[in-house]
């Protein structure tokens, strides 16, 4: 296709050289009328072909966007287990980058630049003085070129890398700004998104600058040099070397040969980036291969078995959890309790396959967490998280995990075990009321409880319950409590991290951490006998002695 457009770019100059060496020659309007109807043919095929090879670059660039979106999607939201390698990595925008790339007038100038040659040779066979011009002022400008990849490289990357930083700032701001309005840290954290964006900024404009710089120098080049053409051109035709149409074909062939050079420059900045958007594109998918065992495991019963189990948040080397071990069969409850840090969101983030632990393993009806394939493990496991949040769409979307054949019956059944169901239907929408993205429309406690409705959702086996009552109010405990023991009535293995003691009433079992280390695991009963009227995650140490008179003793 661009074979084909290139050749047609010579209509204009050879227009030209017959308009000036035939028709005002020969004064023969049949002869002007003829090869104008040509040219107008010519340049209409120009058109066409060139309309379709952007088309054509357009729909390469959605292509790829099509192929790539999917799997870039699912590694980068199961990327969390790779730790803080994985942050600097945002495949979407990237794909998204590329693709604009494909869709503007940048591959077409690069698809043009093979031509510059053959151009230049063209102009050579009109008359080697103006060839050996065109082939120094092509030299010129190349270097040109090349003296701008080398001078924008670093500036591009640090715009890029100061805005990803800047657009993380602006989005943590958002996420906590009722925390930043009531504590008066607007302004603070006001000057240090201004800072980064005023990096941004910087980095930004020295980039443009270069760019800008190298562009205007071709822009100005090209002309200086087609016109020195047209002078060089003239001086051939005084001594009657060459016709006056040759001179200007000879210049307007100059003018074309350098313009794909021109576009070049101009499109740099979107070019660079593109290419280095392609090259992270690359290394995500090197250091993140999606996982997709073959193997098709049956449905699990519950049977949990973990051996041994070191493990550490993604990208530390320091444990956080050492020598774990235990067993649990279906029907048994386990509550899992200790201090602050002491490890349990880690625990269950390794019992749902969230993260890979360094040593021993975590077996699910004896198969470790690894040998499933995630799509095929997530209907099976139920799993609440200590921070919650809900994602955009309805309240029914949300508990149904966004299936794409929506089982009413299944989702109204976990949301009566959680006890959110009446809640629902007293809303005005019932399980139709959106949910915006951040989930302000409903209070903590609403979310906490359509949360666990969409941890129970399709009758999972394993059901992983991190701080489930943290923002519930009594009635949400005792949903809580209910939904618990009818899950082991129904032979489910249920595993809670929890701080309060009455969540343990609804378990038999009791596994207690400190430090990262197992320090018991056995019946309930024996945890609540020894931990009777204390706190169970953090005893007290000591009572202060220090007091004023008629002041109570305060435990610390």
């Known amino acids: 296709m661009s074979v084909l457009i290139n050749l047609l770019m010579l209509t204009g100059p050879i227009y030209m050289l017959q308009i000036y060496d035939r028709v005002l020659s020969s004064k023969s309007t049949p002869t002007l009328i003829a090869i104008t109807l040509l040219m107008i043919a010519l340049f209409a095929c120009m058109w066409f072909f060139d309309r379709v090879r952007s088309r054509i670059a357009t729909r390469i660039g959605t292509e790829i966007d099509d192929e790539l979106n999917g799997p870039a999607f699912t590694t980068w939201i199961n990327q969390g287990r790779f730790g803080a390698i994985a942050e600097r990595h945002k495949p979407l925008n990237d794909l998204g980058q590329v693709r604009s790339f494909l869709s503007g007038p940048g591959p077409t100038a690069i698809f043009d630049l093979p031509w510059i040659p053959i151009y230049v040779g063209v102009i050579f066979l009109l008359h080697w003085t103006l060839g050996v011009i065109a082939v120094i002022g092509t030299i010129i400008i190349i270097i040109a070129a090349i003296l701008n990849e080398l001078t924008t490289r670093k500036p591009l990357e640090d715009s890029h890398k100061t805005r990803r930083h800047s657009i993380e700032v602006a989005e943590t ?41 190298f562009s205007v120098f071709s822009k100005s080049f090209r002309m200086a040099l087609q016109s020195g053409i047209l002078g060089a051109g003239a001086a051939l035709a005084i001594v009657q070397i060459i016709t006056p149409g040759t001179m200007i074909a000879a210049s307007i062939i100059m003018g074309r040969a350098l313009a794909p050079v021109q576009s070049a420059l101009s499109q740099w900045k979107g070019y660079a980036n593109a290419k280095q958007a392609y090259q992270r594109l690359d290394e995500f998918f090197l250091l993140f291969p999606a996982s997709d065992p073959e193997l098709k495991l049956p449905a699990p019963v519950g049977h949990l078995k973990v051996e041994n189990l070191h493990a550490a948040p993604p990208g530390s080397q320091t444990p956080t959890l050492k020598g774990i071990d235990f067993t649990l069969e279906p029907g048994q409850g386990l509550g ?110 609403q979310i906490q409880r359509i949360a666990l409705a969409r941890a129970l959702y399709g009758d999972p086996a394993l059901i992983v319950l991190d701080e489930p009552n943290a923002n519930l109010d009594v009635e949400g405990d005792v949903a809580l409590a209910n939904a618990i023991l009818k899950l082991r009535e129904q032979k489910k293995t249920v595993i809670v991290m929890t701080h309060r003691p009455s969540v343990l009433e609804s378990l038999d079992m009791v596994l207690m951490l400190n430090e990262g280390q197992q320090v018991a695991f056995r019946p309930r009963e024996d945890v609540l006998d020894q931990s009777k009227d204390r706190k169970l995650s953090e005893p007290p140490k000591r009572i202060a002695s220090s007091r004023g008179p008629n002041q109570p003793f305060v435990v610390v």
């Open 173 to 213: 701001a958002y996420r906590n700004a009722d925390v930043i309005n009531a504590l008066g840290m607007s302004e603070a954290v006001q000057n240090r998104w201004l800072s980064d964006n005023h990096a941004y900024s910087n980095a930004t404009l020295e980039s443009g600058d270069r760019v800008n710089e």
């Open 336 to 445: 899992v309790i200790g201090p602050a840090a002491s490890g349990k969101s880690t625990l269950a983030r390794l019992l749902v396959g969230l993260w890979m632990p360094f040593n021993g393993s975590v077996r699910l009806d004896a198969a470790t967490l690894d040998q499933w394939n995630p799509e095929d493990l997530g209907p099976h496991i139920g799993y609440l998280p200590q921070r919650v949040e809900l994602m955009h769409g309805t309240i029914g979307e949300n508990i149904s995990r966004f299936a794409p054949e929506k089982d009413s019956d299944a989702m109204i059944k976990a949301a009566t075990a959680a006890g959110v169901h009446e809640l629902i239907l007293k809303m005005e929408k019932g399980y139709d009321t959106p949910v915006d993205v951040n989930g302000t429309s409903l209070s903590g406690g």
